[in-house]
């Protein structure tokens, strides 16, 4: 019997110490942040903009709804964290971040430098490491982050799907941090700009037009000790891929003099590596890529039965992936003096020793180091069509 009421006394004992749900948030009482833009301001202050998703009516099937997809609050303050609690004062929601999905940096924080801003996010409890970053070309982040949205519900959406363009490079706050903090080696972001383009177009989120400028992916930003220091644009963005990733499910055109027009490819699958040589005081660098594609367009008058033809293309093609390539690490290294394609890291890897006596003079020696492209692009598939169409129907007529 003791031990019966023992048990009893100890069931109630723990049921008191439950505290149940006690930090419980409701989706009705929470305001979704999908996007953060952060702006330095001409007089030191900063501005955080948050995009956030207003939830859909419910609908009977087959209706639309004119409701815009999200709206955007921004607040000023002299730390993010000023400016965190400035937005929080001005909408009765709490405002809830661990949804979002993308930060916008406007043009003028990124040149001014990141240092503060990253250090802020690793210490934010809500910050996920995950997150996309970009750089707002040209403009404030505030105005990327109100440009209208079109085909996507979700506006941060837009900015991820535009990133997995053959141009487009993905960074997060993760890895971006991880290359800044690397030896021999500086970060890119994702580049937006505002495209004055007026048009009109018809978004999946409702049946109304939407007219105005659009959000269009420029390249990326190039980064120095964490500063904005210029931009790579799409086909320089697309060389960077060519040397430091596999490219992949991109088109290529070049005008071939011989057929008098222009032929596009497919890119198939593409392998690349890079290989430092030290000669003496002498850097050189070896960039090969490896690359297979198949005709997807013929413009010129060649018929591609012809194994001659082919290669001559493959040469054409290859030479264009050269200039491509050695242009964009020019750039690199006269005019932004920013190793982005990594070549230090990999000296650093392949000839630790040279490297303790060079790393100290990197930023410095990088302009001096001599490139190599090897590029070797192969057509390995010219379709069914073979022959122009115009040649087949002059061998039907007997011409």
């Not at 996010?121 to 949205?149: Q, W, Y």
């Not at 090969?288 to 293309?313: A, F, H, K, W």
């Not at 690199?332 to 040279?354: C, M, N, W």
């Not at 001096?368 to 598939?381: E, F, K, M, P, R």
Request: net charge positive.
């Amino acid at each position: 019997m003791m031990n019966r009421h023992l048990i009893v006394v100890l069931v109630i004992a723990s049921l008191l110490a439950t505290t149940g749900c006690w930090d419980r948030k409701e989706v009705k009482d929470l305001a979704i942040v999908t996007a953060t833009g952060l702006d330095l301001n001409p007089d030191g202050t900063l501005t955080q903009s948050v995009q956030i998703a207003i939830p859909s009516p419910m609908q009977s099937s087959g209706g639309s709804s004119n409701q815009k997809s999200f709206f955007v609050i921004g607040a000023k303050g002299k730390t993010l964290a000023d400016t965190r609690q400035q937005l929080q004062q001005k909408i009765h929601l709490k405002l809830y971040y661990s949804h979002r999905r993308v930060i916008i940096i406007g043009e003028r924080m990124a040149r001014h430098g990141l240092d503060h801003v990253f250090d802020s996010f690793h210490r934010e409890i809500d910050m996920r490491m995950r997150n996309m970053v970009f750089v707002a070309k040209g403009s404030d982040a505030a105005t990327i982050l109100n440009c209208p949205v079109t085909l996507e519900s979700i506006p941060a959406d837009q900015f991820q799907d535009l990133h997995m363009q053959p141009s487009g490079i993905a960074s997060t706050i993760m890895n971006f941090d991880a290359i800044a903090a690397s030896e021999g080696i500086e970060p890119v972001m994702g580049a937006f700009e505002v495209n004055q383009e007026q048009g009109s177009t018809q978004s999946r989120a409702s049946a109304a037009t939407i007219s105005g400028p659009r959000i269009k992916l420029y390249g990326v930003g190039i980064f120095n000790h964490l500063k904005l220091v210029g931009y790579f644009n799409d086909d320089e963005t697309r060389a960077l891929k060519w040397a430091t990733a596999n490219m992949m499910d991109a088109y290529l055109t070049t005008y071939v003099p011989q057929g008098h027009g222009n032929v596009s490819v497919h890119i198939l699958s593409s392998k690349h590596s890079i290989r430092p040589e030290i000669i003496g005081k002498k850097i050189r660098m070896h960039i090969s890529v490896q690359s297979n594609c198949e005709l997807i367009e013929n413009g010129t008058d060649l018929d591609y039965t012809q194994p001659l033809n082919v290669r001559m293309v493959n040469a054409l093609l290859s030479a264009q992936v050269n200039r491509a390539v050695d242009s964009s690490v020019k750039k690199s290294q006269q005019l932004y003096k920013a190793d982005v394609f990594g070549f230090g890291r990999i000296l650093h890897a392949t000839h630790p020793r040279e490297w303790k006596r060079l790393a100290s003079s990197w930023e410095d020696l990088y302009p001096q180091i001599d490139v190599l492209t090897h590029a070797n692009v192969s057509v390995i598939g010219t379709g069914f069509a073979k022959r122009p169409l115009h040649r087949n129907v002059e061998t039907r007529e007997g011409k």
